[in-house]
């Protein structure tokens, strides 16, 4: 594959010496050419004296327009240097987690824009959402396969992400990927559809935040909102919780929940509805929980939709205090990157005053280790949550 050559206008180079892997569209200096290339074309990068920078992709059609893969303009992209990513990424996650159940890839922290991995034993799903990925797709595929030889891998390239970058909306399996497939986590076993889940099939990045709750759960009673496959709750009922209830809008996803329910011989209760107006039939119908969970998909993915996303995050949280017995505690989520941890903080703050409630910060999660963050690059960390103790005035 032939590499372009891409050259930054004067003082631009200062993010990229500092460690940052993206260049914008208005930092590059290039005529109307530009314009021209072809999307995911490999490009070296130089400063504005002509010095090497680093080997990345590029765009010209996204205001993010390169990405850099490596520091070194004479690499060569193939199998072998996508090997070599893997097998790090793969040997920390081992050195980490006892069993094969993770994110592999994510992303710019793991060297690899425009990639996640996750690892679901022997079956892999890879999401590819950037235009120079997709053209480096065969010798990925073929690392994961020297690297891993997994079963079977599905890539599940449906996202918005792809849309933006002009690539088309489909899935493909290589091997064997059975429906459903049976993971483990902490102790609890899970049944899943990784095809026709939500994103890459579970949500690895709460593991930790997850095993928080033993603490506050036994012998409380639990709702788990926007449950998906009832992960927060059966966690609950692992760690002796009375009870657990699942709220979520899919039948798909609860039917999970009570499948895995009864593959670890538990049992919950599901609710198919949307959150905000099964919130408010419990409480119609005077039911309280001594533990409620909300842990909500990312409400916010544009900077436009700060304020709606900020009334959304705080109708949620309200109807969540509303349900709360006295003494009563409240699990407090965000994924969304531009709801920064200080806005949920002031959102929890303002609904307990609303709502007659004391509010004390107990606890504060983040996404787990095998979602690292890249210090140069803020997007990587994303997921915020607070354990509260919300009592009664």
């Not at 003082?11 to 208005?26: I, K, M, P």
């Not at 095809?195 to 709460?206: E, I, R």
């Not at 449950?227 to 899919?250: E, N």
Request: with cysteine; proline share 4%; charged share 25%.
């Amino acid at each position: 594959m032939s590499v372009l050559t891409l050259k930054l206008k004067p003082r631009e180079e200062r993010r990229l010496r500092a460690g940052h892997l993206w260049v914008y569209s208005n930092e590059i200096d290039a005529g109307a050419d530009f314009r021209n290339i072809e999307p995911g074309a490999l490009c070296r990068v130089l400063d504005s004296r002509d010095k090497p920078l680093g080997l990345g992709y590029v765009n010209p059609r996204t205001l993010l327009a390169v990405r850099l893969l490596s520091g070194n303009v004479d690499v060569t992209i193939d199998r072998e240097w996508f090997a070599r990513r893997v097998a790090g990424a793969l040997a920390l996650r081992e050195r980490i987690y006892g069993e094969p159940y993770y994110r592999l890839i994510y992303g710019e922290a793991d060297g690899l824009p425009g990639l996640v991995v996750d690892r679901y034993g022997d079956v892999l799903v890879v999401q590819i959402t950037t235009a120079g990925m997709e053209r480096l797709k065969a010798p990925l595929i073929e690392a994961l396969q020297e690297v891993l030889q997994p079963r079977g891998i599905l890539l599940r390239n449906e996202n918005a992400a792809r849309e933006l970058e002009g690539l088309a909306q489909d899935n493909e399996i290589i091997g064997e990927v059975p429906d459903p497939i049976e993971i483990r986590e902490e102790g609890l076993r899970y049944t899943l559809s990784l095809a026709g889940g939500q994103k890459t099939g579970f949500f690895f990045d709460q593991r930790d935040n997850r095993s928080r709750l033993a603490r506050y759960v036994r012998g409380r009673s639990v709702l788990d909102v926007f449950s998906y496959v009832g992960a927060w709750a059966l966690r609950a009922l692992h760690d002796g919780a009375a009870s657990a209830t699942c709220l979520d809008s899919s039948s798909t996803a609860l039917d999970a929940a009570q499948a895995s329910a009864a593959l670890n011989g538990l049992t919950i209760e599901t609710i198919r509805d949307d959150a905000l107006a099964g919130m408010k039939a419990l409480r119609a119908a005077g039911r309280h929980f001594d533990v409620v969970i909300v842990d909500p998909p990312a409400l916010i993915k544009r900077r436009k939709d700060f304020e709606a996303g900020i009334e959304h995050y705080a109708a949620l949280n309200r109807a969540a205090l509303q349900l709360l017995a006295a003494d009563g505690i409240l699990v407090s989520c965000s994924c969304s990157h531009h709801l920064g941890a200080d806005d949920l903080q002031r959102i929890l703050l303002r609904e307990a005053r609303h709502s007659g409630r004391r509010l004390r910060l107990l606890e504060q999660g983040a996404q787990g280790p095998d979602h690292p963050v890249h210090p140069a690059i803020p997007e990587t960390r994303y997921l915020k949550g607070f354990f509260c103790s919300a009592t009664a005035e």
